[in-house]
């Protein structure tokens, strides 16, 4: 029995060097369960279980700031809502068929800084994302324009958001009637309308924003980039996906 209580002991410690690296390597973002999959993914043998009580055990978790929150969506004007074409029907296998976005803010000693990403739901890729102090229609032209110039989709993409003014604004609709895309928009009220996005928009505040205080929105602007474009598209694993990072999910 002593011998089984050691071999275990030894065992638990190498683990939780194997652990503590891909913590590491995932800047303190990742819970047991994509942890466990890095380890099988690397060729270890280990339940989720034992992971999840390793990093119990040695207090390996994220402490989170408790944020503020500002008002993102004004859906009170008199602009013409799009009808739901999605109607909360988010499987779906093809890139480039599906797109959603949607605004959020990031709190900094400047003041607010505002994020408009875009969604793409078959990858799970954030295919285009702005960043800017204030909240105008801009913001989310230049998201839609980046995954616009990025992947260049076929006529008849679904662009989903929610009723916000600057998804109904003239100059946003005009880059979606260019582009031969077709809005849809979310029912009033209703944020399940637009869940995978909002999902991302919680791993973003989890795994990065409420773990830090940015003094400057240029130092909130660079921690977003490098969370964007070299973790979330192509290194974090995305259960959604069986747990592929977005640029394996496009290839």
Not at 143 to 165: Q, T, W, Y
Not at 181 to 194: A, I, V
Request: proline share 4%.
């Amino acid at each position: 029995r002593d011998d089984r209580r050691e071999r275990r002991s030894a065992r638990d410690k190498a683990l939780l060097e194997r652990i503590s690296h891909f913590f590491k390597a995932s800047k303190h973002r990742y819970g047991s369960k994509r942890i466990h999959r890095d380890l099988r993914a690397d060729g270890e043998r280990v339940s989720e279980r034992r992971v999840a009580r390793i990093m119990r055990e040695n207090r390996i978790s994220a402490r989170l700031r408790k944020p503020r929150k500002p008002v993102t969506t004004n859906s009170n004007h008199k602009l013409k809502p799009s009808p739901n074409l999605l109607q909360q029907a988010f499987h779906c296998i093809t890139p480039n068929t599906v797109w959603l976005a949607d605004i959020t803010y990031v709190d900094t000693d400047e003041g607010w800084l505002y994020l408009a990403a875009v969604k793409d739901m078959a990858t799970r890729e954030i295919v285009g994302w702005s960043m800017a102090d204030h909240l105008g229609a801009q913001l989310c032209c230049d998201a839609l324009r980046m995954a616009l110039h990025r992947r260049v989709p076929v006529p008849g993409l679904i662009a989903h958001s929610d009723r916000g003014v600057q998804y109904a604004s003239g100059d946003y609709r005009k880059i979606i009637r260019h582009a031969k895309l077709e809005q849809s928009m979310s029912r009033r009220g209703q944020c399940l309308d637009n869940a995978p996005m909002e999902s991302f928009f919680s791993s973003l505040k989890k795994e990065l924003v409420h773990r830090h205080r940015f003094r400057t929105r240029e130092q909130a602007r660079a921690a977003i980039f490098e969370y964007i474009e070299v973790f979330y598209n192509r290194q974090r694993r995305h259960s959604a996906i069986g747990y592929q990072t977005p640029a394996q999910a496009f290839e």
